[in-house]
């Protein structure tokens, strides 16, 4: 058994993590306020009355991933144990108030806070400061992983890496803490090959489904008070607590692992889209073919122009002789950083000069192409972190639309093909138009459906609310298919044209043919003016979503159910929550 030093010095974990936070909102003009101490005259924002003494809290900012939810000021309180949430919750419940878990921010849905609302009865609590061990237990059977629920992904990677082992799928950005990405069913991009089988340990689905067990903050009625509770995947009660929404506080989690592997990254953009994503059974160079062969494909599309920057990742134990080893993670600088002539053009189209936007989708693609060839990252070999890790967290923010398509592996062209056909068709007529309302691109990226018979102790089932989570009505459905459009926060017609597209896919991927569920990180629930808005989408198509095809005692009913049961004072919620989980 193994854990990472928590001595005095500042560890590679730790220094990532400040310059993580510090990039956050690196080009944005935006800088994290300075924490205000309680009983500090500057604090701007009423005190908590009777906080716990010896619990530090401060005032600081609060800003989301896409910008869109911003505070100057929200009391946030630092957690050096699990004991010290415990003592929180039951603060927050004798006093009113409501307790939010913030890990690094990397959110766009307001499931954390929502923009507008009233804080001055929300202490948010820092988890990644403190709540952030990481054990590695390389001898059980199977190997695990226990972390703090405000350890980073990348963290729990590299000290996996260090025993010798990995996961096989995981977010491309590396600092978003553990207990958040299993709130929201976080997942990767990888699927298998033709004929391919996961390592034992590992798994082609969400995060979620690694989970062997987790302790999260739940009220004891018969104590009258919250208190620690350790669920195992054995136990059924654990199911809506694998893709919780925000509705519970974890504090802690144990998940699977399995043996580490080498990876190949190739990076093509010479394909045109027409081919790439053609019908199913086309000849050529094919998003279909490329599955068939690799499993783990990543295509993204810039608007307007005709070759997507296609990646794709291959099991290879050997090095092979293109190749170019790497031993650390993002590896493509050049979409971290943009260079002057694209802020340029960024800079017109914030300030409303939407015709640019051909241009600037050409010189957007321009820049990853020249990044390529600049930086000698066309074609990678190394240890899976240091390839399933390519974006940082001061890549460019943007609002994003889409989901998930769950449907059969014999769809995905078809699948693809019919979205990229209406999306280029949409486009175009807007164009003709005048009108730009998408100015980043459309991403697509594969992983499974959460499979329980991936878990190698006795697993009472799948996550509820993962997106990825199986229909059991329908068991030729095992593929997962992430598809988004990104833009610019504040794009004129922006929010119009995602709520088009949300609907398109809802009802388009339907009936005998797949299903269509929004992805929880992102951007859904669209109106005319924003996300998360439209009241028919949050109380019946997102219901929906976790009902049809399920058994009664799971999904979404079942999710409500157990979320009112663990918190009934709702210190866990917030004003979103309170509407979309009633």
Not at 248 to 270: E, H, I, K, P
Request: hydrophobic share 40%; aromatic share 10%.
């Amino acid at each position: 058994m193994s854990a990472r030093s928590s001595g005095p010095t500042l560890s590679r974990r730790g220094l990532l993590g400040a310059a993580a936070g510090a990039a956050v909102l690196a080009g944005t003009g935006w800088t994290l306020a300075g924490a205000v101490p309680l009983g500090d005259p500057a604090a701007t924002i009423p005190a908590p009355p009777d906080f716990p003494a010896d619990i530090p809290l401060s005032q600081q900012q609060f800003v989301n991933w896409a910008k869109t939810i911003r505070f100057d000021a929200v009391w946030t309180a630092t957690a050096r144990t699990a004991d010290d949430v415990v003592r929180l919750a039951n603060w927050a419940h004798a006093h009113g108030f409501r307790i939010r878990p913030r890990g690094s921010m990397h959110s766009w849905s307001p499931l954390t806070l929502e923009a507008g609302q009233d804080i001055e009865n929300v202490v948010l609590v820092d988890t990644m400061s403190q709540l952030n061990q990481v054990v590695v237990d390389a001898d059980a059977a199977p190997p695990r992983v226990t972390a703090g629920g405000g350890a980073s992904i990348e963290s729990i990677l590299t000290t996996l890496e260090a025993n010798g082992l990995g996961w096989a799928n995981s977010p491309a950005i590396g600092d978003i803490s553990i207990a958040g990405a299993l709130s929201i069913g976080a997942h990767g991009a990888t699927y298998p090959a033709a004929g391919e089988t996961v390592i034992p340990g590992q798994s082609f689905g969400s995060l979620s489904n690694l989970v062997l067990a987790l302790t999260a903050v739940v009220w004891n009625p018969s104590a009258g008070a919250y208190e620690l509770r350790e669920f195992r995947r054995a136990e059924p009660e654990i199911r809506p607590l694998l893709a919780h929404l925000g509705r519970t506080f974890v504090t802690s989690v144990t998940l699977q692992a399995g043996a580490n592997y080498r990876v190949r990254c190739q990076s093509f953009t010479d394909i045109p889209w027409r081919e790439l994503f053609a019908p199913p059974g086309s000849p050529g160079r094919t998003f279909e073919r490329y599955v068939e062969e690799h499993g783990r494909v990543e295509a993204i599309w810039f608007p307007f122009t005709e070759t997507p920057w296609l990646k794709i990742w291959s099991v290879s134990p050997e090095k092979p002789a293109a190749s170019r080893e790497v031993q650390d993670p993002y590896n493509y600088y050049f979409s971290d950083s943009l260079p002057e002539e694209l802020t340029d053009l960024l800079g017109q189209v914030v300030r409303g000069a939407q015709g640019v936007t051909p241009t600037f989708g050409a010189s957007q693609f321009g820049a990853v192409a020249a990044g390529l060839a600049a930086t000698g990252t066309k074609d990678l070999w190394g240890w899976s972190k240091d390839l399933l890790f390519y974006l940082r967290a001061a890549t460019l923010r943007v609002v994003a639309g889409g989901g998930v398509v769950v449907t059969r592996r014999d769809n995905i062209a078809r699948v693809i093909n019919e979205f990229t056909t209406w999306l280029h068709e949409r486009m175009t007529h807007y164009a003709s138009l005048g009108q730009y309302p998408v100015n980043m691109p459309f991403e697509v990226r594969l992983c499974k459906v959460d499979d329980a018979d991936e878990v190698l102790v006795d697993a009472a089932g799948v996550p509820d609310l993962s997106p990825v989570r199986p229909r059991p009505d329908r068991p030729d459905w095992d593929t997962a298919i992430w598809m988004n459009v990104v833009s610019i926060p504040g794009t004129a017609g922006m929010p119009a044209f995602f709520r088009e597209m949300e609907q398109w896919m809802a009802a388009h991927y339907s009936g005998d043919y797949a299903t269509f569920r929004s992805e929880w990180s992102k951007g859904w629930a669209f109106d005319d003016e924003g996300g998360y808005r439209d009241p028919g989408f949050l109380g019946e198509t997102v219901p929906a979503m976790y009902r049809t095809g399920l058994p009664s005692g799971q999904g979404w009913d079942a999710a409500l159910a157990a979320f009112e049961q663990y918190d009934p004072h709702r210190v866990f919620s917030n004003r979103f929550l309170d509407r979309l989980l009633p």
